[in-house]
């Protein structure tokens, strides 16, 4: 039998940011969709389940390599993140019961820190064109670190720059790709459902369909 977190012992929670903290997959999804048009491509959604949580470089490599496309890695790249850019300056959105998680574990452990496979300079634009107004101790970007998500490293570094023992850290994810990272760097992990169902969450130590669900696995009131 599993043993839920204990909220009192953690030091810190760490979000993963695409899927978790904004409602965006289905922006990528679309933006993705607006890039294979541009192409002459038809994007199947096997594509969007295959590359969740991977890091933005490492989507456009596979992006080109799988439609066999006869493009400039930099245009495709600027094509594709003007597109998301669009996207996030005019409907992203918080994902549902964030908010009134955030505030309640803001009260109750030392830390909260976001962890993303999105590049410093994109996040940096979803910040200055979107609403989110939201303050994390750290935040750690796929610039950040030699190796992003699935390796260890963005949230080692985390841990490292929060002073913590991973052990005593607890993930969110959405992915398999970050739930690989984050239990490989030895922090305690949730996997919630806003973007892949609970078979691809298996990893994880415990999961939820619901910041509300997650409340009530901690226990926090």
Known sequence: MKIS?????LQAVLFDFDGVVVQSEEIYDQATTKLGEMYGVSVPKSFFNENRGIADELFYERFKS???LEVEDRELEENGRRLLWNGFSTSVELTPGFWQFYNKVRQKVNHLALVTATPRGLLDEIFQVSNIALEFDQIVTASDVINTKPAPDPYLKT????SIDPNRALVI??????LKSATTAGCQTIGITTSCDRDSLKEANFVVDSFGELEELLTIV
């Open 5 to 9: 977190p204990d909220i009192n012992h």
């Open 159 to 162: 841990c490292e720059l929060l």
């Open 66 to 68: 799988t439609f066999t």
């Open 173 to 178: 994810e959405d992915s398999p790709t970050g």
